[in-house]
């Protein structure tokens, strides 16, 4: 969930539960006020019978309007003090049952005792009371919506900053060697993270070119001696009685230095390719490319016993011949060398993709992981260095391919998006 929606939906639930409350509380102090207005009528009319009969020594004539009614009862024992009270009282003429405030107090006129009962309505006291209540409430949803409304545009508006970050975020690559540049918001918060991003950033890009130029100089540097004890370890297989003596030590050295020279010129490729050193432009035909591949590998799958099946379309596309021909290498060698005697690789190749099947002992691979460096299943083979689907992967960023994985009915499947 979003910030703004948490923050809205606590805002607007803080804003209803205080509006409510006061809503109420403000029903409550009006009625309060009103019922008092109404018994201050009718504590005026109270004063003016008392003062008629004092004057008058007689009831005062009755006569009673549409929301006052006055009535003398005659009682034997004096009413002493008034008693204010509301009930609801049928009205004849609209039949309909409705509130009313009633005074009742005692009065003594020439020595006999009566019950004054003052009675007026408390229509207009609730009508007027719903009115206010009615406007308060259209008022409160009116000020909830524009409430929400402005925090919506406003801090919508307030966050763009963020987001524009985010993105430029997004789209920056380390390899790129490209500042990340951020614009100054006027915001002291989101310029204080422009401006620790930046630093990171450029931090790190300094640590990573340090790293890579280490890469680089020390697989180039280890080519010399690479080739000195090729060379030796040739010399020392011509000489048959030393071979014979130390064939086995001898074959050591020899598989050991083939495993370091593909692993420095597959670091030194690394390398050329994070450093943008392969023009993008030529145009490739894959399929053939995939069809010289399949060739050259012919005489090893025949020694395997793997059948390989190509289904091919012509195929044209921009990009590097030789990066191409390192994807379709890379991916065939990897299904050669972790299939199984007897299996079988399916190639299939139209315009929109590249996919390389293989069948394998290995059960499926960890997505997240075979395109790490230096990253092997613990049941594969030792001769690999772990830098083959690594490489693949830094071609296909480069160029602006995808590379998936994914495994079914014991197939290892590896798709090339185009």
């Not at 191409?324 to 929109?352: C, D, H, S």
Request: net charge neutral; aromatic share 6%; proline share 2%.
């Amino acid at each position: 969930m979003k910030l703004f929606s948490k923050y809205n939906r606590i805002n607007i639930a803080v804003s209803i539960i205080v509006f409510l409350v006061g809503c109420a509380a403000f029903y409550f102090v009006l009625r309060v006020v009103l019922i008092r207005q109404l018994d201050d009528a009718l504590h005026t009319e109270q004063t003016e019978i008392i003062a008629y009969v004092q004057s008058h020594n007689r009831l005062p004539e009755v006569v009673n309007a549409y929301n006052q009614q006055i009535t003398f009862t005659s009682i034997e024992k004096p009413l002493r003090g008034s008693i204010y009270i509301s009930e609801k009282i049928r009205d004849r003429e609209k039949d309909e049952i409705e509130w009313s405030r009633k005074l009742i107090f005692g009065i003594t006129v020439a020595g006999i005792n009566y019950q004054a009962t003052v009675t007026k309505s408390q229509v207009e006291t609730e009508d007027l009371l719903q009115m206010v209540i009615m406007v308060g409430a259209g008022m409160i949803a009116l000020i909830l919506l524009a409430g929400y409304v402005i925090n919506r545009m406003v801090i919508k508006k307030l966050w763009k900053p963020f987001y524009t970050t985010v993105h430029e975020v997004e789209q920056f690559q380390l390899a790129k060697q490209q500042a990340l540049q951020l614009p100054v918001t006027g915001t002291n918060e989101f310029d204080l993270l422009n401006k620790c991003l930046t630093t990171m950033t450029s931090r790190a890009q300094q640590e990573y070119q340090v790293v890579k130029e280490f890469s680089a100089n020390a697989a180039h540097e280890m080519q010399t001696p690479l080739a000195v004890i090729r060379s030796h370890t040739e010399a020392l297989m011509q000489d048959e009685q030393l071979l014979q003596q130390h064939n086995a030590s001898i074959k050591t050295i020899d598989q050991s230095v083939n495993r370091l020279t593909r692993l420095n010129q597959d670091l030194l490729l690394l390398a050329r390719i994070e450093n943008g050193q392969f023009p993008l432009q030529e145009k490739i035909e894959l399929d053939k490319i995939i069809q010289q591949k399949s060739e050259e590998l012919a005489e090893l799958l025949s020694s395997l016993k793997i059948t390989c099946q190509i289904q091919t379309v012509p195929v044209r596309i921009s990009g590097n011949q030789h990066l191409t021909e390192v994807i379709v290498n890379n991916l065939l060698k990897n299904a050669i060398r972790y299939n199984v005697e007897g299996g079988k690789i399916i190639i299939n190749l139209t315009p929109q993709k590249l996919i390389i099947s293989n069948t394998s002992s290995l059960p499926a691979l960890e997505a997240g992981k075979i395109s790490q460096r230096f990253y092997r299943h613990p049941e594969t083979k030792a001769d690999g260095n772990g830098l083959g689907l690594s490489i693949v992967k830094q071609v296909c960023q480069v160029t602006g391919y995808t590379l998936q994985y994914d495994y079914q009915h014991g197939m290892h499947i590896f798709s090339i998006l185009l």
